[in-house]
């Protein structure tokens, strides 16, 4: 395989440095991509650099994939209006034990010569004194040239301006590959292609320092069609951690992508051929109503990232809520799974107490609960037939409800019509 035909046709490759497809040609190379733990999860938004690395691991290279622990002490400025508050070690050594246990479900550590590395910056920074940093590595770059930077100039000519800190961190992102270059024989530095000007300092250091010669690629930054944000959504950010993200929004978030972005999508975030996806894009041309990419998509993702399981999973929140699933399903969730799924609807809170004694069907849901606005309304629609509580219709207003109704012993599912879902959690 080859990495940057790969990269080509998937949509991926922004700018290659001259001579690194040559170099890639010749046999295997190491290469790497950083990631700051400036969370304790990553999200979709570093799904690119992680597929790029992947790819490249394929392709019979051997990847790094550096956690910062020291930059993430500086924080990176590219594509920041403002200048990020900084973690405490604490915190950021939390970050990188979770960083690293997920980035160890995509990439292989076990596969002989080209087995995946991971490696932490800050174990060569921590003995890296303030003097030694400024002779060694700041001599070599000069500040003409750093000022030169997108990231640089777009914050020296805003309001904020940009503190000596993030003003070196090119220089310090710029000794990792340095370091990884005389090291580990790392001759390529991958990244979104907003860490252009990061990665050639790092070239550049290797030139200047040793004569040496470091390559860079970087990857499109991922955008949806309309132009907003990628990996948003009114929630926030859509993380790969599922005490974040529950497995069903995650599936959700892929599922319900537009038709123009499920074709760029299946091929920057799947495995799938050219010879499949093309094939697939030919029979939703045809029959755009059967989702097929969005479908094939979600199942890819989901089942990478949280496995076959909490995939099936998904595809029964999903047939629950728009499907005839039954009831006793919600039974095979736990409590933190039942309040996922239910997240995007409204949710009330009663006391568990009351319920045990007993409330009949409008106090439930027009007094202790907002389903309705009045008693009057509970009373007309129940009449009608058109509520249902744990998808039994309620037959009269005054239906008594209590704490044996409950399910899990902690949540009751009243429905308004088929599609109006609200959540009623006992405590």
Not at 112 to 138: C, E, H, P
Not at 141 to 164: P, Q, W
Not at 193 to 209: A, M
Not at 379 to 402: L, W
Request: hydrophobic letters at 40%; charged letters at 25%.
């Amino acid at each position: 395989m080859n990495f940057v035909e790969e990269l080509r046709w998937r949509g991926m490759l922004h700018d290659i440095m001259p001579g690194t497809e040559e170099l890639l040609n010749k046999g295997m190379a190491s290469g790497y991509i950083g990631f700051d733990p400036t969370a304790d999860s990553l999200h979709v938004g570093h799904l690119t650099q992680i597929m790029t690395l992947i790819h490249f691991q394929r392709a019979g290279h051997k990847p790094y994939a550096l956690v910062g622990g020291a930059t993430g002490m500086v924080g990176d400025p590219s594509g920041k209006s403002a200048e990020r508050n900084l973690l405490s070690e604490d915190v950021l050594q939390h970050n990188l034990t979770c960083v690293k246990k997920q980035l160890e479900q995509f990439l292989n550590f076990n596969s002989g010569a080209n087995s995946a590395q991971m490696v932490n910056n800050y174990d060569w920074f921590k003995n890296f004194t303030f003097l030694d940093f400024i002779r060694d590595v700041g001599k070599h770059i000069t500040v003409n040239y750093m000022m030169a930077k997108d990231s640089v100039k777009k914050r020296l000519e805003g309001d904020t301006g940009m503190s000596f800190t993030e003003f070196t961190y090119q220089l310090v992102q710029g000794y990792d590959f340095y370091y990884l270059w005389k090291h580990h024989n790392c001759t390529l530095q991958m990244g979104g292609s907003d860490q252009w000007g990061n990665i050639v300092t790092g070239t550049e250091l290797v030139r200047r320092k040793e004569g040496g010669e470091a390559f860079a690629l970087t990857t499109q930054l991922i955008k949806k069609a309309d132009g907003t944000k990628f990996g948003k959504t009114e929630s926030g950010a859509v993380w790969l951690d599922p005490a974040r993200t529950s497995p069903y929004q995650f599936y959700q978030f892929w599922l319900n992508t537009s038709d123009a972005d499920a074709k760029s999508y299946i091929r920057i975030f799947t495995l799938l051929s050219r010879e499949v996806i093309e094939a697939m894009e030919a029979e939703q041309d045809a029959a755009p109503h059967t989702r097929v990419l969005q479908k094939a998509l979600a199942k890819d993702i989901t089942i990478r990232v949280h496995g076959e399981t909490e995939y099936e999973k998904a595809i029964k929140s999903s047939d629950f809520l728009f499907g005839n699933t039954g009831i006793e399903f919600l039974n095979e969730l736990n409590d933190a799974e039942v309040k996922g799924l239910f997240e995007g609807v409204p949710n009330f809170n009663i006391s568990l107490e009351e319920l045990k004694a007993g409330i009949n069907a409008t106090d439930l849901l027009a007094a202790k609960t907002a389903v309705f606005p009045s008693k009057g309304e509970a009373k007309k629609m129940i009449q009608g037939g058109g509520v249902s509580i744990n998808r039994n219709k309620i037959a009269t207003a005054d239906d008594i409800f209590n704490a044996d109704n409950l399910i899990n012993g902690k949540f009751l599912v009243a429905q308004k019509g088929k599609k109006n879902y609200f959540l009623i959690v006992a405590e």
